[in-house]
């Protein structure tokens, strides 16, 4: 686990105007949307009113090698990728007190905030949510790039509904396939055994987090949680977890497999959709807004013309759609 930074926090306040001057643009600073780790993130606006979501990291958090190392490669390794579910780093500068990553703004936030709205999604839900994450995964990992902190929290959502893979600060990008990495870092309701055992570690630990957050979309809650954290570490060593009675089947047995505890027996990412929770399931091909909040209001003939696992079918009939 990487340490959290609980510091006062004594870095200048962000100005109000930020000046890139590589390109000579000049943003002006809007709303605030959050923060993280060393981070405060802000919308900004440029002169052609074009939105952005900036990213702005005080120097002064900076000073360890160590840091300094981390934001270089989380810069290095965000730059290089272009994908329509991975967040887009369009450019980055600095200022004497801050770096700063110009990213594209995801409007909706990120799925942390849909799950405390909703609590849990419907099964046709966290296919179409499933599906972008694995695609975004896929991705990364044909690019030798382990993100290690995939979380609902570092998933985003766009004007559309479409998820956006985020937050780089943790990823890693391996010489090769063979490559082990062995840094303890992550979120602890996401962390894979091999790195809570300090065990070397590669692809699989993002598997292991795919697996939690599917479990998550259905059961409301992560697998592992507890309120303790050393409790939460103890189910994680030893995979000690539960479903609940209203899960079914097929979701129950890709959760399983990814949620293996011995990494080389978790499927890759170009497998995980080839378990029937996906390929005997709806799923549909966009959802509304309204899902942010509400449970979604989809075609009742689409969904009763196609396939539809036995849960969905039943959960779609009690209110109607079928």
């Not at 390109?23 to 605030?32: H, L, M």
């Not at 990364?140 to 790039?145: A, K, M």
């Not at 993002?206 to 507890?226: K, N, Q, V």
Request: aromatic share 12%; glycine share 6%.
């Amino acid at each position: 686990m990487v340490p959290s930074n609980k510091k006062k926090d004594m870095s200048k306040p962000i100005p109000e105007i930020i000046y890139n001057p590589n390109s000579q643009i000049t943003y002006r600073r809007g709303s605030y949307l959050g923060k993280g780790g060393f981070a405060r993130c802000y919308e900004l606006i440029d002169r052609n009113k074009t939105v952005f979501a900036g990213k702005a990291v005080a120097k002064s958090a900076l000073l360890k090698p160590s840091n300094k190392e981390r934001m270089a490669q989380e810069i290095s390794i965000h730059k290089a990728l272009s994908h329509e579910h991975i967040v887009q780093l369009y450019t980055h500068f600095e200022d004497p007190d801050y770096i700063y990553l110009i990213l594209e703004l995801c409007e909706n936030r990120s799925l942390m905030e849909l799950q405390k709205r909703r609590y849990f999604v419907t099964e046709p839900e966290a296919r179409y949510f499933m599906y972008q994450i694995v695609y975004a995964v896929q991705y990364l990992h044909e690019r030798l790039i382990i993100h290690r902190d995939l979380k609902l929290g570092n998933i985003f959502i766009n004007s559309n509904m479409q998820l956006k893979v985020g937050d780089f600060g943790l990823a890693t990008q391996l010489t090769d396939r063979d490559e082990r990495k062995d840094t303890l870092c992550g979120t602890p309701n996401y962390i894979a055994p091999e790195m809570l055992q300090r065990k070397k570690h590669s692809f699989e630990v993002d598997i292991w987090a795919c697996g939690c957050i599917l479990y998550t979309f259905i059961c409301g809650r992560p697998p592992f949680e507890t309120s303790s954290l050393q409790e939460t570490y103890a189910r994680i060593k030893h995979c000690t977890f539960e479903f609940p009675s209203v899960v079914g089947c097929h979701a129950a047995e890709v959760i399983t497999q990814l949620l293996h505890p011995e990494p080389a027996k978790r499927p890759c990412a170009i497998d995980i959709l080839k378990f029937k929770f996906f390929t005997m399931g709806f799923t549909p091909k966009d959802i509304p807004k309204s899902c942010l909040t509400t449970v979604p209001k989809l075609d009742g003939r689409q969904l009763c013309g196609g396939q539809m696992d036995s849960v969905s079918f039943f959960f779609y009939s009690k209110i109607g759609f079928c």
